[in-house]
Structures are given as structure tokens and as C-alpha cells.
């Protein structure tokens, strides 16, 4: 996938707390696969269809529903429906391989947001002493990041 098309997904979803994107997605990815819905305005307006069958039966997700529904109409909307279907003209094999490596940068991006708001250890620094560094690490990212510079040396 082009980072572009992944920008025109991200865009849509950003105006959802991360808690309700899962339920936009789904509703969108659900009714993708469907063959009568392989164009976006079709599809946008088979999610608008849906949206009001389940605001009318379930309490359920009103308020992302109704939110949702408001801004089907907008290009953002438009454009994420076009990236959903290409998405999923991809064959499911392509599909989790690209999921995957999603995920190993999601969990590499967590890792170091919290190694680098924790500090250093001190068998970290104790390591990077019998490297023959002589700087301080501020986080314990920034002394595992000192660590492979000293071996690479």
C-alpha cells in the first residue's frame, strides 16, 4: 500500500477517538467485500443505509453512528471508501502480511515511546561504561541507541 493511500484512510478516521475507529472501519471493511458495493459512492451510501437500520433497532454506538452518518457526505469520507475497497482487492495473503509488519511499527513506535520516557539501567550504563563511553544516557532508549553505536565501532 502507498503511504498516500494510507493518508486518505488515516484522515477519516482521525475525526473518531481511537475507541470508535474499529467500529467505522468494521462497518466499512464489512460491506467492501460484498460485491454489489465495489463502488465508493454505492458503498458510502450502503453504510449510510446501515447506519440508519442500527440507529433505528439499537442503543448501542448512537452517538459514533450518528457521527459517522454526518460525515459520509464529505470528501475525506469519499476517499477513505475508495482506500477500504483497494484494501480489499488485495489478496488475503498480501493483506496480513502487510498487517503484520502494521503492527511490528505500531509496537516498535510503543516500545521506544516508553523506553525513551524511562531511565537508563544501570546495567545499561554499566555496559556502555566497558564500551568506553563516557556520556550519561538521558532514557533508557537513548543508552540502547548508545549501545549499538559503541559496538558498531
Known amino acids: 500500500m502507498q503511504t498516500v493511500e494510507a493518508s486518505d ?23 467492501a467485500k460484498k460485491k454489489a458495493f465495489q463502488d465508493p459512492k454505492r458503498l458510502l451510501n450502503k453504510v449510510g443505509f446501515v447506519i440508519d437500520e442500527r440507529l433505528r433497532v439499537k442503543n448501542k454506538h448512537k452517538n459514533i453512528l450518528r457521527a459517522l452518518k454526518s460525515c459520509l457526505g464529505c470528501c475525506e469520507a469519499h476517499h477513505y471508501a475508495e482506500y477500504v475497497l483497494r484494501w480489499e482487492q488485495i489478496p488475503a495473503d498480501k493483506r496480513a502480511h502487510l ?7 505500531f509496537l516498535k513506535l510503543r516500545i521506544e515511546n516508553s523506553m525513551g520516557s524511562a531511565v537508563a539501567t544501570p546495567k545499561q550504563i554499566a555496559f556502555l561504561r566497558s564500551l568506553g563511553c563516557t556520556m550519561d544516557p538521558t532514557s533508557r532508549l537513548h ?10 565501532l
Request: positive net charge; proline residues 0%.
Open 9 to 31: 484512510g488515516n484522515s477519516f478516521l482521525r475525526r473518531f477517538s481511537v475507541d470508535d475507529r474499529s467500529i467505522v472501519s468494521h462497518l466499512f471493511h464489512q460491506w
Open 99 to 105: 498487517m503484520r509488519e502494521k503492527q511490528e511499527h
Open 143 to 152: 543508552a540502547s541507541r548508545l549501545i549499538e553505536q559503541y559496538k558498531s
